[in-house]
């Protein structure tokens, strides 16, 4: 693990140079949805920083076995709107909000415990019927409105692009997702920012990250296969 953590390290930063990016400004999260509390520890020792987690409770569990390990925990699922109460407990940066009823549940529970949640809004930039995400077309209205939330802060976008046997075919929704930030920066809504781009995975976060991701999700390429 410790080997395949280090190759993949080392490939973020040199497709980042080789596209003119600071390697720094991309970060790595590790997905460990399924995997044990034990292989994540060895993981954090091994010097990562940002975990990804795909289910409340899985993720509380492990959060709860590995308190005493310094990491941030990202959650990257689909998000019920009655699991934000535990949510906003748990984690740093939460990937997956789409809609508004899930925003104001979080705004809710984080008021409650004095915390101003980080969030990033999560497009369906493929607008496939079955995907999570709200709509390329809806999105700005969608931040403006969580905008007023006052428990809330967005950080940015984030998309899962349909699965491709080649990265090449994912380019065109992570460079859509980078121009539909860059049309909503050009609003200038109060109180948001959108620095941050969630994008690419085990098969394609080079390609994400020469079209600007900044926050890359890798679980396969580091811990192998799920069973
Ligand atoms: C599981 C998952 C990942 C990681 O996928 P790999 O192909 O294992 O790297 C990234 N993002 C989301 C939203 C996921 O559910």
Redesign the pocket.
């Known amino acids: 693990m410790i080997t395949r953590l280090q190759h993949i390290k080392h490939r973020i930063k040199k497709t980042a140079e080789a596209c003119g990016r600071d390697p720094e400004a991309i970060r790595l999260v590790v997905?460990s949805?399924t995997i044990s509390a034990d292989r994540v520890k060895e993981a954090i020792e091994a010097g990562v920083t940002d975990l990804?987690e795909?289910y409340v409770q899985e993720a509380r569990n492990k959060f709860n076995a590995l308190a005493a390990y310094p990491a941030s925990w990202h959650f990257?699922?689909h998000l019920q709107s009655n699991k934000a109460k535990y949510a906003v407990r748990l984690f740093d940066l939460i990937h997956s909000v789409d809609t508004m009823k899930l925003a104001r549940e979080l705004h809710k529970y984080s008021e409650k415990i004095n915390k101003i949640q980080d969030i990033l809004i999560q497009v369906n930039i493929s607008e496939e019927n079955s995907k999570s995400g709200v709509y390329v077309e809806d999105t700005r209205d969608l931040v403006k409105q969580i905008s007023l939330l006052k428990h809330v802060s967005i950080k940015g976008l984030m998309t899962?692009p349909p699965f491709f046997d080649a990265p090449e075919k994912a380019r065109s929704y992570f460079s859509a997702l980078r121009n539909l930030r860059d049309r909503i920066v050009d609003e200038n809504i109060p109180n948001v920012c959108l620095d941050e781009l969630s994008m690419g995975?085990?098969?394609d976060y080079e390609v994400a990250i020469e079209e600007g991701a900044t926050l890359v999700?890798?679980?396969?390429?580091i811990f192998g296969k799920r069973s």
């Not at 999700?217 to 390429?221: E, H, P, S, V, Y």
């Open positions: 997905v949805k990804g795909n990257i699922g899962m995975m085990t098969g999700r890798i679980g396969t390429a």
